[in-house]
């Protein structure tokens, strides 16, 4: 396996980085309601759920776009990636 580093725009990290951390943020919530069995309404639990739905497919859909924008266009077919949102950088492992 090899790897390689590829910047990418602060502003594309940006974007991916909140839709992760809202993401996060509301499986949290759900997560704490379901282990503490709190008596949240029905109609306000499936908001919750509604509300991560989305934030999710934000999320992945961001991925996706790095993904396709960065990733692809460096390496045909990489293993695996990884953003560091410190410092804007993705690293693609390889296999060779």
């Not at 909140?18 to 282990?35: G, N, P, Q």
């Not at 991925?63 to 266009?73: A, D, Q, S």
């Amino acid at each position: 396996m090899k790897t390689i580093t590829i910047e990418i725009p602060e502003d594309v990290k940006t974007k991916v980085q909140r839709a992760d951390v809202e993401c996060s943020a509301r499986r949290s919530i759900i997560t704490t309601i379901l282990e503490q069995d709190l008596a949240v309404p029905t109609e306000r639990f499936n908001a919750y759920q509604k509300e991560y739905e989305d934030k999710f497919f934000a999320f992945e859909s961001a991925k996706t776009e790095i993904e396709k924008e960065y990733v692809r266009t460096a390496i045909s077919n990489p293993a695996n990636w990884v953003l560091d949102y410190n410092t804007n950088i993705i690293t693609v492992t390889v296999e060779e």
